[in-house]
Structures are given as C-alpha cells and as structure tokens.
C-alpha cells in the first residue's frame, strides 16, 4: 500500500498517536485510471498527454463517449501534474535548506498528526520527486510518494542550554554554523533526490524538556524560505483547527520575469530559457561535486572582466563570485528594462532580493508581481548568460555595421567589468571601514542600499554612478518567524543551506536591525553584533570564509 507520510517513532509513548496511517494519497482517481490502462499513443497537444487507444470491443455511444473522457481526464490530470524547474530552481536543484523552529511549548503529535495530511492535500509538490524528461529537463512528478514525518522526545535537551552553549566561530573556524539545530533536523541528499528516488520534503518534531522543535528540511528547487515559512504558518492553521486557502504550485509568473530578465520573449519555451543558464561540460555524479564545481560561464566573466582597462585603472586583481554574479544580474535588470547601455551607466546593484517585497523587475508589464501566496522559490539568485552583446544596443530601426556591433560589445564589456568592480571596491570598503558599519548599524541598512552609507558616499572621489549601489538581502525576516501553534510564535529560528555551491558572501540585517549577518561559504548564517564586528573584518579578500 502507498504510504503518503511515513511516520517513523523514536519513543515508544508516540506508538498510540503515530501509528502509519492508511493511503493519503492526493492523486486524483483520474491520473489512478491513467495507471490501468495498457496501450497508449501520445497526441499532440499543448499539455503532452496520454490518451489510449480506444479498446477494441462493441460499445455503445454513450459508454464510448464516457470512457473516453475519462481516459482523457486522466492523461491531462497526469500531464499537469508536472511541475518544471524555472532558471531560479534549476542552479538550486542540488542544495538542500533548513529551517528549525524552536517554541517554549509543547506541539501534540495528535494534533500534527491531522494538519499534516491535510498539509499535504493543498501542497502537492511536496510529496513528489524530481525526475527528468526526454529532453532531459528536471520537473517535480505529482507520483505521491510522500515524505518523511519524524516525532521523537528528547527529555536531556534544553532549548535554553542550547542557546546558552553557542558560541561563535573564530575567523579561521571550520562551518557549519548554528551547529544547535543539527541534531534536530533531517539531512537531504541531493545526490539520492536528484535521482528521482529520495524525499525532497521532511518534518522532523523532537520534544524537549522546556518546549518543542520543529524543523523543515527541503530542497531549494521545491522552495525558498519565505514560501516554507507561509507552509509552516499553514500547518499551525490546521494544527488549530482554522482552515488555509488553497494554494497554486505555478511559477508562471516567475517564469516570465526570467524570460524577461534574459531578453525572451515572455510566451517563449522552456527550451529557450534553460539555453541562457550556464552549462556544465560534465555534469557533477557525486554529492562532493556538488559542492566544489563553480559555473564555468563565470570564470569566463571573471578573465575577460581582469583585462579591461577599467580593472586595470582602479587596481582590481581579482573579483569574487559575488562581485561577478552581482553585476551580472544588474545587467540583466537595466536590459529588462529597456535601459540605454550604450550612453549611460545606471545603478548596479546586488540583485538578491525577494521579489514578492522588493522586486524592481516586478514593477514592469511584462511581469507581474509574485503574490504573496506563491509557492516556490521567489529570491532571484538567476545566474543566466546574458544575450549576445550587439542585441543590447537600442533598436531604432537603423542597421548597424558589423564594426558597430563590435564596438557595442566592447562597450557592455566595459560597462559589466565597471559594475563588478564597483561591487568589489564597496564591499571592501565595507569591510574595512568601521564608520561604514556604525552607520549602517544606526539604521541605513534598512534604507537597503549601499551608496547611501556615509562611510562610502563621503569618500574622496566618490561616484554614485560608477562605485555601486548595491541592494542587500533582507529576506531573513520571513513568515516562518509568524507560525504560532496555539501558545505563541517560536522562540528562537534557525535555517541554514548546504551545500556550498556559489561562493558568495551576503551582507543582511540582524534581528531588531542591531546586527549585521553576513551569508558566507555553505550559506550558513552568521549573526554579528556591534561587540563582534571584528570578526566580519577578518573575512578573506575573496569573500570566502572556510
């Protein structure tokens, strides 16, 4: 029998609550008809799907008009169920995120036990697994395979003792980071789910002795962590008996944002839009390569951004990831939105933002804002090759020569080095300048944008247009910080992503705006106060803390 949430016990009190359930299958009883039937023919229709061949035997009309739209029913519910990566899930596929909830109350298993089935009823995709089509293009399957639901007691922990023993690593200390809640989460393998044979979806509760634990571990691909925090404030929903309002897996506003963002058009094919992203010449087999390959199309960036004379008058020899994918994304937004490359310089800026809050992109016709009950990842981390560089230049009907297009090229090459540089210039000088820190300690980080920090805007020969605003992430305040069970809403929130795959470092505001975080290495979280800024100081020049 198909189990879709496995419930596995640690102590043997939960066996009277905990008990497997039956079937929780969310399948629809068309996809299971799709299932009984032997031969079937695909048709060309705009969803792919199945439909079989009409039985050979005498039938009324009737009965052959009704099993046909049955069977029809069942290959289109099995085609929708389909749901493909976008270029914002597909460089996050092999990353796997936590976010652990600690409350100073107890959470009945009984009651979790209802909430979670119901959980998911109205998120399908949690309950899939990756697999990969024809083409070879990954997608989340609607199988209902299920996920894991772990309760287990644990009467030696104390959530305040835990807290009470963390301590911060020194500089030169090895990562993880937030190392309390690592015995209280589930591990993912992306090697194992990327096979289409893993969970990309586990709950994990531990009681302990002051309170509970609850943690979430998933796949980035599936979501960020702003949509698992509205699904942790869904289940508290149920948990209570409220009722949630349903909720659609569709990316397709996403989808046309990024389309928009690599200069498609926005009914373009999915085929279009994964030729913009970064290609491997072997793609990674193990979990460890995983984590040591960066993107190729990037080191190219990187060479050919070194060698402008831009690099060379400001005395820049060597650019961080985050610097390149930094400027990157700048360009991509100022193409998006129809901005002149070829006589103005506007603002770059560090394009790590969620777009259901901040999103510039979203402002635009063609792409819609995210609404705020989306479900997926929304945080534009889109590292995508940028369009041929003479299609950059403005269209105004008038043929360009191919001297033309070559000195446009040369031009947003220039233009693109400048951007990293400035990138690399104010981060640096972040680092370095404490007066920059106090200021943005006092309240400018919530302004979000690095140009506006006295620190940098009182340097001598300060440029606004060539020394970057750089917008910073401020997506550490998400809805997983609101999931109130009954009693209150968590006393403490932890998360973190692993494995390492971009090495970039992010700067984000601290709780109550007094901190400073800094994102580094496997994406751990670092939580800085003003006593221990020192520590940000000592960070390497590549951005890259092991």
Request: aromatic share 8%.
């Amino acid at each position: 029998m198909e189990q879709l949430v496995n419930y596995r016990d640690s102590q043997a009190p939960f066996n009277s609550t905990l008990q497997p359930s039956d079937s929780l299958s969310v399948k629809r009883r068309a996809s299971q008809t799709v299932g009984t039937i032997k031969r079937l023919t695909q048709v060309r229709t705009a969803l792919g799907a199945m439909i079989p061949k009409p039985k050979k035997r005498k039938a009324s009309s009737k009965e052959a008009e009704e099993l046909a739209a049955e069977q029809l029913s069942g290959a289109i519910a099995a085609a929708v169920q389909r749901t493909y990566l976008n270029c914002a899930d597909l460089l996050l596929r092999h990353t796997w995120t936590v976010s652990a909830l600690a409350y100073s109350y107890s959470l009945e298993p009984v009651c979790l036990r209802p909430a979670v089935q119901k959980l998911a009823e109205a998120y399908p995709t949690l309950t899939g697994r990756f697999q990969r089509d024809e083409r070879g293009t990954y997608f989340i399957d609607g199988s209902d395979s299920g996920f894991s639901f772990t309760c287990a007691r644990d009467d030696q922990s104390c959530i305040s003792d835990l807290l009470s023993a963390f301590t911060l690593p020194s500089s030169s200390a090895p990562l993880p980071i937030n190392s309390w809640a690592t015995e209280f989460v589930d591990e993912l393998q992306p090697d194992q789910y990327l096979n289409g044979d893993a969970p990309i979806f586990s709950l994990r509760l531990t009681l302990v002795r002051d309170g509970a634990i609850l943690s979430f571990s998933y796949s980035h691909a599936l979501a960020d962590a702003e949509a698992v925090g509205q699904l942790a404030c869904d289940l508290a929903k149920l948990s209570v008996g409220s009722s949630i309002s349903p909720r659609q897996p569709s990316r397709m506003n996403l989808h046309r944002i990024g389309r928009t963002a690599a200069g498609l058009a926005a009914g373009g094919s999915d085929d279009e839009l994964i030729a913009t992203l970064p290609q491997y010449k072997t793609m990674p087999t193990s979990f460890q390569e995983w984590t040591d390959r960066e993107c190729e199309c990037l080191e190219r960036l990187r060479r050919d951004s070194l060698r402008t004379a831009c690099a060379r008058e400001e005395g820049i020899t060597s650019l961080t990831v985050h610097d390149l994918v930094s400027a990157l994304l700048w360009l991509l937004r100022e193409v998006a939105a129809g901005n002149n490359l070829g006589t103005a310089l506007r603002m770059p800026f560090n394009y790590i933002v969620d777009q259901r809050r901040l999103s510039s992109l979203a402002d635009m016709d063609a792409a819609p804002a995210i609404p705020q009950d989306h479900f997926g990842n929304a945080v534009q981390i889109q590292v995508t090759m940028p369009p041929p560089f003479p299609e950059l230049a403005p269209s105004n009907g008038d043929q360009h020569s191919a001297e033309d297009s070559r000195l446009t090229a040369a031009h947003v090459q220039n233009v693109f080095a400048a951007a990293a540089c400035a990138i690399h210039k104010a981060t640096q000088a972040l680092r370095s300048d404490p007066t920059a820190a106090a200021t943005a300690q006092a309240g400018l980080l919530g302004r979000m944008e690095l140009g506006w920090w006295k620190g940098l805007r009182d340097m001598p020969g300060f440029n606004p247009m060539r020394d970057c605003a750089t917008l910073l992430s401020g997506w550490r305040k998400t809805s997983t910080e609101k999931a109130d069970f009954g009693q209150g809403k968590p006393w403490v929130v932890a998360g973190k992503t692993v494995p390492l795959k971009h090495k970039m470092a992010f700067l984000t505001d601290g709780p109550g705006g007094d901190a400073v975080r800094v994102q580094v290495s496997e994406f751990s979280i670092l939580s800085y106060t003003k006593s221990t800024w020192s520590i940000l100081q000592q960070i390497p020049q590549d951005g890259i803390l092991y």
